[in-house]
């Protein structure tokens, strides 16, 4: 019978995951999840915490799977795109805590792109407040697809951002390019999820 530990280890090795970069990804600015408490679960010297439901949503896994081992292991698939977050200042997109379920969303832009991140300020020019970039799913690795694409990235023990990825000097390392500030050279990234649609409004 596997333990929360090994389920955590199982799912993180799949999806590429480091200790570190697992906390940020389930961290947002209300809860702060450490780096000692992904290494005690996966140790299992804490068989449980308050943060597994959001360290289970950074995983795309439901939490009873990950805290108990019953039932299927995936979050189901939504039937709405949700808005995750702002597109700000130097492209990062920041979180929302809680994300909003969109309605009226044709399905098929939401079905292959269901995160949404909105718009803000000017500092995205030629994009507008407002608008709306749908993108794919996140924690799936850099998919052969994103090179030269514009995605929303996840730079290791980094931010979140908006940015054209293309390859760096060395392998494993990325160029992320923006409209309107020099490029980032060289980054470590978690995941990369293409953007497939744009949302004027």
Known sequence: ????????????KEKGFTQKGLASISSTK?????????????????????????????LGA??????????????EQRFEPLLVGKVGAGA?????????VLGGV?????????????????????????????????HQGIPEGCVGKL?????????TLL????RGAKKNLWNLDSWNEPTRENQPVEWAAPVGFIQPR
């Not at 010297?45 to 949503?57: E, Q, V």
């Open 106 to 138: 044709d399905i098929g832009v939401w079905e292959k792109y269901p995160n949404v991140a909105e718009i803000e300020g000017f500092s995205q020019h030629p994009l507008q407040p407002g608008w709306r970039v749908f993108y794919a799913q996140e």
């Open 30 to 58: 209300s809860v702060s999840v450490s780096q000692q408490v992904i290494q005690h679960l996966l140790s299992g010297r804490n068989t449980t915490s308050k943060h597994l439901p959001a360290i289970a949503d950074a």
């Open 62 to 75: 439901r939490l009873e799977w990950l805290a108990t081992g019953k039932g299927s292991r995936e979050i």
């Open 163 to 166: 940015k054209t990825l293309r």
């Open 151 to 159: 995605c929303v990235v996840q730079v290791k023990n980094g931010p």
């Open 92 to 100: 990062q997109i920041v979180r929302f805590d809680t994300g909003t």
């Open 1 to 12: 019978m596997t333990t929360l530990g090994h389920r955590l280890a199982l799912i993180m």
